[in-house]
């Protein structure tokens, strides 16, 4: 079974440059959910998404915006890059179910110069 | 906001030690789960533990929730190099999927 697809692995981009991530959940799953991980606030609920609808939102501003397909794979866009943008971006997935697990992809490091 | 307050924040140890890692919080979580990362990957998930005062064993791993879903530890048994790595734990809420981490604990075992 394969699992959580991120793509592309790496990222270098310049402030006020957007972006645009893709994750591809397991098979089946309807759930996909993004996080930011930093060294120094760790990893952080950025948003999920089910059956093309966004269920649940943290505490990021607007400029992060995310957006998932009938076949369940999501994507998640940043505008207006800021250097604190600067983080690994990962994906989980799952079946959207209370207390599934989640299982991530190995995420995108985004670089900000 | 739940919080969730893991400790240790870094551990090294010797091949063979036990070691707890605990995850604390003043939050009822309906289910925790444990997770390991490695450089450069994503979080693996370990377990999933739903009921207050539930025991499970993954080897030489031992996970168990409190009695009130607010706390959670992980205790390995006589470590080996290969437990090297990143434990995160993250509780969900009772209702809805986004997970709030602890802020991790990094093991490192030297043989």
């Known amino acids: 079974k394969a699992g959580v697809t991120q793509t592309p692995r790496y990222l270098i981009k310049t402030r006020g440059q957007q972006v645009t991530l893709s994750c591809s959940p397991i098979s089946g799953h309807r759930s996909v959910s993004w996080y930011q991980q930093t060294p120094g606030q760790g990893l952080q609920f950025l948003f999920e998404y089910f059956s093309e609808t966004q269920r649940n939102k943290g505490n990021f501003p607007g400029r992060f915006s995310g957006r998932q397909f009938s076949n369940s794979r999501s994507e998640m866009n940043v505008s207006t890059l800021e250097l604190g943008d600067s983080a690994l971006y990962l994906c989980?997935?799952?079946?959207?179910?209370?207390?599934?697990?989640?299982?991530f992809g190995d995420g995108t490091r985004l670089s900000i110069l | 906001t739940q919080l969730l307050e893991q400790s240790p924040q870094f551990l090294s140890i010797q091949e063979g030690e036990n070691l707890t890692v605990y995850c604390n919080s003043s939050s009822v979580f309906s289910s925790l789960q444990w997770y390991r990362q490695e450089p450069g990957e994503g979080p693996v998930l370990l377990v999933t533990?739903?009921?207050?005062?539930e025991v499970k064993k993954l080897k030489r791993l031992t996970f168990q929730f409190g009695d009130a879903r607010k706390d959670s530890s992980l205790h390995i048994t006589a470590a080996q190099p290969g437990d090297t790595g990143l434990y995160l734990c993250a509780g969900a809420p009772n209702a809805g999927n986004m997970l709030t981490f602890g802020g991790g604990t990094r093991l490192m075992v030297k043989p």
């Open positions: 533990v739903v009921t207050g005062g």
């Open positions: 989980a997935s799952s079946t959207g179910l209370q207390n599934q697990p989640q299982h």
